[in-house]
C-alpha cells in the first residue's frame, strides 16, 4: 500500500526528459511512452514533458495523434479525449525571442481540439549573470514559469537572490554522462540553503534516476563507466527537512550523502531519515511551493527502484 506521504511526496514529481542523455529517445520514441506513461498505473507521478524549443514543430509531427482531443485512432484513444493537455517545459535553446515566438505559435496551435491538446507553461534557460536574470523577466511573459539554471561552480546565493520576490524558480543540474558533471554534496546542500533562504522554488534535473545515493553506471552502453549518483529521495528530502528547519549545515549534507535506504521511510507519520520527521502538512507545503519536480529521462528506473524499496 502505497502511504499518504509517498503520494505527497511523489505525485508530479517526474518530468519526462526522454529526449535526452542517456537515454536520449528519438521524439516519436518519446512521445510514445510519455503518453504510455501518462495511462499507466503511476501515472501519479508523471509531470511535464521536457522539450528544446527547437523540437516543438517535431513534437507536433509526432505528438499530435496521441494528444487529447484528436480524431485519430491510437492506442490511448478512448481515454484521451477526457484527459488534461500534455503540459511541456521548454528549454530555451536559440534567442529568447524567437523561442518565445514559436512557444506562442505552439500553443495556439495545441488550444485547438482538433489539433491536439498541449501546452507549454514553463521554459528552462541557463544563465551566469543577474544581469541576464533580469533581462529574460523582462521578456518572458506572465503565462511561463521561467526556471532559471544556475552554475553550482561559484557560491549560487548570488544568483539565486536575484531570483527573490518574482514568479519564477532555479534549477539545479544534480549529474550527467560524466563523472565531473555530479555536484558534490556540499554544492547541493549550498543550492538548497540558499533557495530556502530566499523563499525560491526550485527544480533538479539529471542524474537522479535512482532513490537513493549509490553507485551506478552512467549509461548503458556496454563498459560504461560508473560513478557516484545522487538519489532523488535524499534530494527532495533534503529539501523538505531544510523547509521544516530540521536540517542546517552539515546535517543537510549528511542527508544528501546518506547511501543506506533504510535511513528513508515514507510512513504515515510522514517523511523521515533516521529520526528526524516532516510531518505530512509540511511535506505538502514543500513540495507545493518549494521543491517542484526533477527531469529524468527514464520513469520506468526510478518506479522500478522506489517498488524495490517497497515505496510503490
Not at 83 to 108: Q, Y
Not at 148 to 175: C, M, N, Y
Not at 288 to 294: D, P
Amino acid at each position: 500500500m502505497v502511504t499518504q506521504a509517498a503520494r505527497t511526496l511523489l505525485a508530479g514529481l517526474i518530468d519526462y526528459a526522454g529526449l535526452f542523455p542517456p537515454a536520449k529517445k528519438d521524439m516519436a520514441s518519446a512521445v510514445e511512452a510519455y503518453a504510455r506513461h501518462r495511462f499507466g498505473e503511476h501515472e501519479w507521478m508523471l509531470a511535464r514533458f521536457i522539450c528544446p524549443v527547437s523540437r516543438l514543430d517535431e513534437f507536433t509531427r509526432h505528438a499530435s495523434a496521441l494528444l487529447p482531443g484528436t480524431y485519430a485512432t491510437s492506442g490511448y484513444r478512448e481515454r484521451a479525449d477526457v484527459s488534461e493537455p500534455w503540459r511541456l517545459s521548454a528549454l530555451i535553446d536559440g534567442p529568447i525571442d524567437a523561442n518565445l515566438e514559436a512557444i506562442e505559435r505552439f500553443n495556439a496551435r495545441h488550444a485547438a481540439e482538433d489539433q491536439g491538446l498541449a501546452r507549454v507553461d514553463c521554459v528552462e534557460l541557463k544563465v551566469a549573470t543577474a544581469a541576464e536574470i533580469d533581462a529574460a523577466i523582462d521578456e518572458l511573459p506572465a503565462s511561463l514559469l521561467p526556471f532559471f539554471e544556475v552554475p553550482l561552480a561559484t557560491d549560487p546565493r548570488g544568483l539565486i537572490a536575484a531570483l527573490a520576490g518574482q514568479s519564477v524558480a532555479a534549477k539545479i543540474r544534480t549529474g550527467g554522462v560524466t563523472p565531473d558533471a555530479f555536484p558534490d554534496a556540499e554544492s547541493v546542500a549550498a543550492f538548497l540553503r540558499a533557495c530556502h533562504a530566499a523563499e525560491v522554488p526550485f527544480k533538479a534535473t539529471a542524474g537522479l534516476h535512482h532513490p537513493v545515493r549509490g553507485e551506478h553506471r552512467l549509461t548503458d552502453e556496454p563498459g560504461a563507466a560508473s560513478c557516484t549518483m545522487h538519489g532523488f529521495l535524499n534530494v527532495f528530502a533534503a529539501a523538505a527537512l531544510v523547509r521544516a528547519e530540521r536540517a542546517e549545515g552539515p546535517a543537510l549534507a549528511r542527508v544528501l550523502g546518506e547511501t543506506d535506504p533504510s535511513a528513508f521511510g515514507l510512513e504515515e507519520r510522514g517523511l523521515r531519515w533516521r529520526d528526524v520527521v516532516v510531518d505530512p502538512p509540511t511535506l505538502a507545503r514543500a513540495r507545493e511551493s518549494f521543491a517542484l519536480s526533477f527531469g529524468s529521462c527514464s520513469f520506468e528506473e526510478p518506479v522500478e527502484d522506489l517498488r524495490r524499496l517497497g515505496v510503490l
